[in-house]
């Protein structure tokens, strides 16, 4: 007996998007985009005074936060119109993300402290609910990118297993008990498995099954147990959903998506993919890099004449923006700049090898004395 082979069709038919026509997929990406919007708006209600036009007194340094301006642009209250902006997101989703997208850019640069890692994630979010398949592999790839570098940056960083473990787990006092650890790597872990899970197309629903509970679990922590940095509660909120409504009815996989898009969006997908790389350069902002609750980023100190010595790389208490300042060297040199009285000496520490490298791992910045009357 003889078998023929079959011919294989020179022009195969291309994989089928699952982009935006089914109503299962306009349900998706209505209830994405709800969730992405609203937790949005209760980021920025939280954070409410980081979006105002502030003026800094020094006396105040305790209780008031500077502003950091990338550029020398006149200042105004951002925060109305960025919530105005998501309500056009909901009605037009198209002008919306747009208009959003570039009030966020703008208020960046009137404020870097503005540049907080989950109201630039909430706005990919939403321009993956928008009906192009590019977007939604950029929100998909950044999905994966974010979950596997939030996890795979504890992992590799001795600071999360020294200090961050210990205080996410209550136990800053004494040794860390060993079922404690266990949840703190264990927490990690499985960051970077749920981005694995989610590139495979078979297990895109175990994935989803798996970051449900855990972004759910760490809004429990945080805003019921701790009471602290509330302002990426929502965020994890809107993650879960997103895990739900964007990663589980992915039907092809992301080669093939890649393969069928135009250069530059395969361009955009490297880069966020594979730019949190960067950091380890120096060459990429840590919260862009996705290092949250890390501790691989630099450490900064002030210290006063008269003996004080403070921590300014973690959320102040008593600040009224409740978000931390990203710890990037030329802002918190900027910041030092600012708050720092004559004589005050800021003191960072880099953990990174190529600071070690290229010699700026500690570093000792003195603020001048004013000068005498006179002279």
């Given at each position: 007996?003889?078998?023929?082979?079959?011919?294989?069709?020179?022009?195969?038919?291309?994989l089928?998007?699952?982009?935006?026509d089914?109503?299962?997929?306009?349900?998706?990406?209505?209830?994405?985009?709800?969730?992405?919007?609203?937790?949005?708006?209760?980021?920025?209600?939280?954070?409410?005074?980081?979006?105002?036009?502030?003026?800094?007194?020094?006396?105040?340094?305790?209780?008031?936060?500077?502003?950091?301006?990338?550029?020398?642009?006149p200042?105004?209250?951002v925060?109305?119109?960025?919530?105005?902006?998501?309500?056009?997101?909901?009605?037009?989703?198209r002008?919306?993300?747009?208009?959003?997208?570039?009030?966020l850019?703008?208020a960046?640069?009137?404020?870097?402290?503005?540049?907080?890692?989950e109201?630039?994630?909430?706005?990919?979010?939403m321009?993956?609910?928008?009906?192009?398949?590019?977007?939604?592999?950029?929100?998909?790839?950044?999905?994966?990118?974010?979950?596997?570098?939030?996890g795979?940056?504890?992992?590799?960083?001795?600071?999360?297993?020294?200090?961050?473990?210990?205080?996410?787990?209550?136990?800053?006092?004494?040794?860390?008990?060993?079922?404690?650890?266990?949840?703190?790597?264990?927490?990690a872990?499985?960051?970077?498995v749920?981005?694995?899970?989610?590139?495979?197309?078979?297990?895109?629903?175990?994935?989803?099954?798996l970051?449900?509970?855990?972004?759910?679990?760490?809004?429990?922590?945080?805003?019921?147990?701790?009471?602290?940095?509330e302002?990426?509660?929502?965020?994890?909120?809107?993650?879960?959903?997103?895990?739900?409504?964007?990663?589980?009815?992915?039907?092809?996989?992301?080669?093939?998506?890649?393969?069928?898009?135009?250069?530059?969006?395969?361009?955009?997908?490297?880069?966020?993919?594979?730019?949190?790389?960067?950091?380890?350069?120096?060459?990429?902002?840590?919260?862009?890099?996705?290092?949250?609750?890390?501790?691989?980023?630099?450490d900064?100190w002030?210290?006063?004449?008269?003996?004080?010595?403070s921590?300014i790389?973690?959320?102040?208490?008593?600040?009224?923006?409740?978000v931390?300042?990203?710890?990037?060297?030329?802002?918190?040199?900027?910041?030092?700049?600012?708050?720092?009285?004559?004589?005050a000496?800021?003191?960072?520490?880099?953990?990174?090898?190529?600071?070690?490298?290229?010699?700026?791992?500690?570093?000792?910045?003195?603020?001048?004395?004013a000068?005498?009357?006179?002279?």
């Open positions: 007996m003889f078998s023929r082979k079959l011919k294989q069709p020179k022009n195969p038919a291309p089928p998007h699952d982009g935006a089914s109503e299962s997929e306009r349900w998706n990406a209505l209830i994405l985009r709800g969730s992405a919007v609203a937790a949005q708006a209760v980021t920025m209600v939280i954070t409410w005074p980081l979006w105002l036009a502030r003026s800094f007194d020094p006396a105040l340094a305790a209780q008031q936060q500077p502003m950091l301006p990338a550029l020398p642009l200042q105004f209250d925060g109305p119109w960025l919530l105005a902006s998501l309500v056009v997101v909901m009605w037009a989703p002008w919306g993300v747009l208009l959003h997208g570039l009030l850019v703008w960046i640069l009137l404020d870097q402290m503005r540049m907080q890692p109201c630039v994630s909430l706005l990919v979010l321009a993956g609910t928008l009906r192009s398949p590019s977007l939604k592999l950029l929100a998909r790839s950044h999905l994966i990118a974010l979950w596997f570098f939030a795979f940056h504890k992992l590799v960083s001795p600071g999360y297993y020294e200090s961050v473990i210990p205080f996410l787990m209550g136990h800053t006092v004494g040794p860390v008990p060993l079922g404690n650890q266990i949840v703190g790597v264990a927490a872990a499985l960051e970077v749920l981005a694995v899970l989610a590139v495979v197309p078979r297990t895109r629903g175990l994935c989803a099954i970051a449900v509970p855990f972004h759910l679990a760490i809004v429990w922590r945080l805003a019921v147990e701790m009471h602290w940095n302002s990426v509660c929502p965020w994890n909120a809107a993650l879960a959903v997103a895990s739900v409504t964007l990663i589980w009815p992915w039907r092809t996989t992301l080669r093939a998506d890649w393969r069928v898009a135009s250069k530059l969006v395969r361009a955009a997908v490297a880069v966020v993919l594979f730019s949190p790389l960067l950091f380890y350069v120096g060459l990429l902002d840590p919260f862009l890099a996705y290092c949250v609750y890390t501790q691989n980023t630099p900064a002030i210290y006063v004449p008269n003996g004080e010595l921590c790389t973690s959320i102040i208490p008593n600040s009224d923006l409740n931390p300042i990203p710890p990037e060297h030329r802002l918190l040199e900027a910041y030092f700049e600012q708050v720092g009285k004559p004589g000496v800021l003191i960072i520490d880099d953990p990174r090898w190529c600071a070690k490298y290229w010699g700026y791992d500690h570093r000792e910045i003195v603020k001048p004395s000068a005498a009357p006179g002279k």
